[in-house]
């Protein structure tokens, strides 16, 4: 169930310079939360700004019901919430989107993110490896060296981890998905899971299309309300006729999509 | 029609439906199939900027807001409230154009046309370029709207624009709303329409008011 709430900094690590990891108490949303869910939330308490941000989840310790989600300070609203402090309350309301990602027994699955959309893949690689028998092979793409993160974490909850960056500083020189097609002539995954650029997203998409590999992609859209009313955050389906072409919204019917369904 | 009725008819409360149409034949279809559904009433829409070549034309003038208004009144027995625009110099032409052609109330105010510029990408944030600002911040707006239409219309009027607390509410009622509503808080906070009555409530015991009613309208001007 959806829970407006208050949720209490228990822990701030600074990844990078403009990069926080929050972990917040929130049993309720934890205890119902699945991998690919956002939570929507309030920077300040006041009146300015106003409208709530929304951030996927990171990670969830169900154990102690923490919660943990990781940001980049990016404008107003993300710059006031990287001065929160341990021991605040953060008004929240979690766990929003009701398009998840799929956790089920795969045989090979791929998972490609680069940027700041690796964060909703890690909960998703690590309920993929804690509860199903899946192979799990994790591409990273970052622009470089400097911006390389998680990389320990992410290695815990794969079988195999491959970093790229686009100027070759740190790890594999190029893009993450010309590894994945690489490893692709050897064997074929069974499943795609992507979230990051929308470049990134539009060639895995293309990607899996031409050979047919189940895809679900994570979608970003600027949204007032996360809640499915104010209709902002439109997304078309790709079946729609392009006359009167159909729309969906990332916050409810996403945002984790089948890569076949929408127009990107 | 088929999704969202059927899930609001789970609540106690009665639904309205907000209509928008880019021609008054629009209009008028919309408001037959209205018409026949199991509602409680309609809000004509004469005033969104958010929706393309929009009805913002319609609802801007006296005799513009009187001819959509007029046309659907002869179509629509439920109860038929107008919303109207603040993007007008003068708000009290196109509520008596509602009034004169039956509506049995207004609704204000829609959002204000607003424009937003990224200055460091030079371009405006949105991509239709324009769009509606809505929020606290019109507020004063809002109540200074109801307040002029109030003198103007004997119909009854439903005040929003900017109410996330009960004071907020109290404000537009003492300007001369019988109703208000919310929209932009239920943004920030899902229940704020539940906080808005007890905010009433509290105001009310404050002032020993034992009906509501007695605070519509009641303002004494400076
Ligand atoms: C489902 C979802 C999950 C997200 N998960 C994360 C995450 O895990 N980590 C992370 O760092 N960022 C994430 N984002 C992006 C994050 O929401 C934006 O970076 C943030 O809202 C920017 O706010 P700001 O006030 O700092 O920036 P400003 O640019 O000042 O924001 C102005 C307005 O634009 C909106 N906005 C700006 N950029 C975005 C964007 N990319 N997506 C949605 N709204 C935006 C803001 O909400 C705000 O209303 C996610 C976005 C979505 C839609």
Known sequence: MKVNCKAEIVKIEKLKEDLYKFSIQAEEIVSCAKPGQFIDVRVVDGIEPLLRRPISIYNLDKENGILE????????????????????????????????????????????????????????????????????????????????????????????????????????????????????????????????????????????????????????????????VCLGCAVKTAKSPSDAPEYWHVCKAGPVFNATDVEI | MENDLPYLKQFDTAIIVNACGSTIEDYVELAKVLNTLDIDGVELNLSCPNVKAGCLAFGTSYEGVKEVTSQVRKVLDKPLIVKLTPNVTDITAPALGAQDAGADGVSLINTLLGMSIDIHKRRPHLANNTGGLSGPCVKPV?????????????????????????????????????????????????????????????????????????????????
């Open chain 1, 69 to 228: 989600f990781i940001f980049q300070v990016k404008g107003k609203g993300t710059s006031l919430l990287a001065q929160r402090k341990v021991g605040e309350k953060l008004d929240i309301i979690g766990p929003l989107g009701y398009g998840t990602f799929s956790i089920k027994d795969y045989k090979n699955v791929a998972i490609i993110g680069g940027g700041i959309g690796m964060f909703p893949l890690y909960e998703l690689a690590k309920e993929l490896k804690e509860k199903t028998t899946s192979n799990v092979h994790i591409y990273m793409g970052f622009r470089n060296k400097d911006l390389v993160t998680l990389e320990e974490e992410f290695k815990n909850v794969s079988d195999e981890l491959t970093i790229t960056t686009d100027d070759g500083s740190y790890g594999i020189s190029g893009f993450a998905i010309n590894e994945l097609k690489k490893d692709c002539e050897k064997e074929v995954p069974d499943k795609i899971f992507a979230c990051g650029p929308l470049p990134m997203l539009k060639a895995v998409q293309a990607f899996a299309a031409q050979n047919n590999i189940p895809c679900e992609i994570s979608l970003e859209e600027k949204m007032a309300c996360g809640l499915g």
């Open chain 2, 142 to 222: 809002g109540v200074r709207m109801v307040y002029q239409v109030a003198q103007k219309v004997n119909i009854p009027i439903l005040g929003l624009g900017g109410i996330v607390t009960g004071e907020d509410a109290i404000e537009y009622m003492l300007a001369g709303a019988t109703a208000v509503s919310v929209g932009t808080g239920n943004f920030i906070t899902p229940d704020t329409a539940i906080k808005v009555v007890e905010g009433i409530e509290n105001y009310m015991k404050q002032y020993n008011i034992q009906d509501v009613n007695e605070i519509v309208g009641a303002v004494q001007m400076n």
